[in-house]
């Protein structure tokens, strides 16, 4: 199953494990049963700690295995642990088998500390790229703290338990048999949703810290390489950020990077992680910016209360998908309306969907759906496709994909648990039509993240932040870079350069003020 080359490298991460885990698996005659058991056997060759056994429970899932250690430690994959969630099943292997976690010390306490019982699910899409993020974030809860249980559920082989549940987006993340989140969440997220008293511990510790020279507030491309080029100045540099990615975990194929011929959003976003935490940044994520003020320094107020102080701030906060704004939709999100195809596709195997927006982003979705469900509808507003002439002709040469110019969506139906239809206006004729599908997945475009920033910085009437040829905003010492600005293209080496450019700017223009650049390097 797996090739020579993976074998070599499983098996120099393994030596790694400490403790002895037990592959207990749950199989029956059919072919992923198989495929399991296969998998399974090649893991117990590579370490002499790895033993299986069989797990004659009469309610586990089929095909599943689960891992455990003596100390109690357990989480369990059901499906085949391939694709995007391979890593996530080495890595459980390994802090499973003792190896000690990454995750920062106080929130390894934290999480150790939690009472009570915790049974995390999450169900997942192989395709998923975000949905590895979380899966390894409960596992390594699991892995800390024995009252905790995680269970990673792959949709599409357990079609009946997702259709029961109506799941209809992925990774949707089951506490106790109740919803707990839907979308990529990070683990000071999960940590703080079910630890009460995580926000205070967290803003307190924030509030303590001491001014910045440069704040970088976001975490994507622009975000990254403005804190590269401010560390490298020597100059004391804070990143304050939902997550490390942005936009970027959600893209599938990169092949327009230049240097680099073909890569995908998160080994991208990984790199970019890895070289920030290189230089000496004093990074903070799981955190969200609600205000920007000036007050002698630049102030940041964040989600939990806490305030951080500094000289500069670079404001990257990028851009996120445009939604239709029709009655129904935020109803029915995460119910059968989706914005990735690439996570929430498998989701809707032989089903009718539609996809609204007919630019690159749409027909491309168009494309890869129509592998997997039943048929595709294409509903464009225009009365022309803006998509490159290469998606159109290969979107019309598939026999189940139709495309509808001159379309309005104008609501989202349901039967009040999951999306059943849509209306839609032809534009030409004033008709008012209908489709009967399971799922709708948006692709009109982005809006910035700058609604935190109304009446305090210059937007466009998009809301895009208006910066100079430095980054520089209407705000003395603030700075702004990538998708968030009023940039011509929002591309990811345009947001790079960008941030470098914003970062640079903002050293010059600490370089001006009178005090200069007081406090370099400061804990």
Known sequence: MLNAQLVDQLKAYLQHIKNNIVLSLALDNSAKSLELKQLAEQLDTLSSKISIQ??????????????????????????IPLGHEFTSLVLALLHIGGHPTKVEADIAEQIKNLEGTFHFETYISLSCQNCPDVVQALNMMAAINPNIRHTMVDGALFQDEVDAKNIMAVPTVMLNDEVFSQGRISLTDIVSKIDTNAAKTQAKKLNAKKPYDVLIVGGGPAGASAAVYAARKGIRTGLVADKFGGQVMDTVGIENFISVKATEGPKLVASLEEHVKDYDVDIMTGQRATAVSQNGNIEVELENGAKLQSKSIILATGARWRQMNVPGETEYKGKGVAYC???????????????????????????????????????????????????????HSLNNITIVKNAQTTQ??????????????????????????????????????????????????????????????????????????????????????????????????????????????AA
């Open 412 to 521: 989202v139906l349901g039967d009040g648990n999951k999306v059943t239809g849509l209306h839609y206006t032809d534009r030409v004729s004033g008709e008012e039509k209908q489709l009967n599908l399971s799922g709708i997945f948006v692709q009109i475009g982005l809006v910035p993240n700058s609604e935190f920033l109304q009446n305090t910085i210059d937007l466009t009437e998009r809301g895009e932040i208006i910066v100079d040829g430095q980054g520089a905003t209407s705000m003395p010492g603030v700075f702004a870079a990538g998708d968030v600005t009023n940039c011509a293209y929002k591309q990811i080496i345009i947001a790079m350069g960008s941030g470098a450019s914003a970062s640079l700017g903002a050293f010059d223009y600490l370089i001006r003020q009178s005090d200069n650049v007081a406090e370099t390097k």
């Open 341 to 395: 195809p690439h996570c929430d596709g498998p989701l809707f195997k032989q089903k009718d969907v539609a996809v609204i927006g007919g630019g690159n982003s749409g027909i491309e979705a168009a494309i890869d759906l129509a592998g997997i469900v039943n048929h595709v509808t294409v509903l464009e507003f225009d009365s022309t496709l803006r998509a490159d002439d290469v998606l159109v002709k290969k979107a």
């Open 54 to 79: 069989t797990n004659d429970t009469p309610d586990a899932r089929v095909p599943s295995m689960t891992l455990s250690n003596e100390q109690g430690n357990q989480v369990a994959f059901a499906g």
